[in-house]
T-cell receptor, first 118, second 118 residues
Framework: GAGVSQSPSNKVTEKGKDVELRCDPISGHTALYWYRQSLGQGLEFLIYFQGNSAPDKSGLPSDRFSAERTGGSVSTLTIQRTQQEDSAVYLC????????????????FGPGTRLTVL | EDQVTQSPEALRLQEGESSSLNCSYTVSGLRGLFWYRQDPGKGPEFLFTLYSAGEEKEKERLKATLTKKESFLHITAPKPEDSATYLCAVRSATDPLNYGGSQGNLIFGKGTKLSVKP
């Protein structure tokens, strides 16, 4: 597809269950980002992958959150033992590298997964 | 601490009534200021990137400007279809990982919700 895709679009789960959210970035984009958008809050950075390097996990709110990226493309965000405060829209974005590293490319976002924890 | 503040939180305009949205930022070394538009239930859509004070960019009825402390998104003669939430984000020079190309996460403001009435 032409853009970033995410699945599922909506996920309702019970407190304590594990969930997996999927992101398919734009073909050729080596950088992939996960953000969380809670009601009334700005987008909150979670994790960042760049190529085959170790990810930047500095935004993950707790050890219940993890993410992986297989083959430098598709990424899965996993939330274990979900809590009600995990309810939010989870957004994935991707970007392609610049030449020379002197400028910084925009990120293209997917439509998000709306997670509701009951 | 890097921070982005957007004002006003909400703005109601009549069709054709020009106005401006503000994005104030504090960052340890600006490596790009980004404007996005977000429609309900969708991911943010990229509008502009500004890199240095004095830079301006235009797209249809929108014009973005940048100073050393803030950015403005000017909307000239808005139409109802311009109604959306406008997000401002910055990328800091304080990157935890030293990659070439795209580097690091974006820090977002909470957005300005614009409503344009016919």
């Amino acid at each position: 597809g032409a853009g970033v895709s995410q699945s599922p679009s909506n996920k309702v789960t019970e407190k304590g269950k594990d969930v997996e959210l999927r992101c398919d970035p734009i073909s050729g984009h080596t950088a992939l980002y996960w953000y969380r958008q809670s009601l009334g809050q700005g987008l909150e950075f979670l994790i960042y992958f760049q190529g085959n390097s170790a990810p930047d996990k500095s935004g993950l709110p707790s050890d219940r959150f993890s993410a992986e990226r297989t083959g430098g493309s598709v990424s899965t965000l996993t939330i274990q033992r979900t809590q009600q405060e995990d309810s939010a829209v989870y957004l994935c974005a991707s970007s392609f590298p610049t030449s020379g590293g002197s400028s910084y490319n925009e990120q293209f976002f997917g439509p998000g997964t709306r997670l509701t924890v009951l | 601490e890097d921070q982005v503040t957007q004002s006003p939180e909400a703005l109601r305009l009549q069709e054709g009534e020009s106005s401006s949205l503000n994005c104030s930022y504090t960052v340890s070394g600006l490596r790009g200021l980004f404007w996005y538009r977000q429609d309900p239930g969708k991911g943010p859509e990229f509008l502009f990137t500004l890199y240095s004070a004095g830079e301006e960019k235009e797209k249809e009825r929108l014009k973005a400007t940048l100073t050393k402390k803030e950015s403005f998104l000017h909307i000239t003669a808005p139409k109802p279809e311009d109604s959306a939430t406008y997000l401002c984000a910055v990328r800091s020079a304080t990157d935890p990982l030293n990659y070439g190309g795209s580097q690091g996460n974006l820090i977002f403001g909470k957005g300005t919700k614009l409503s344009v009435k016919p």
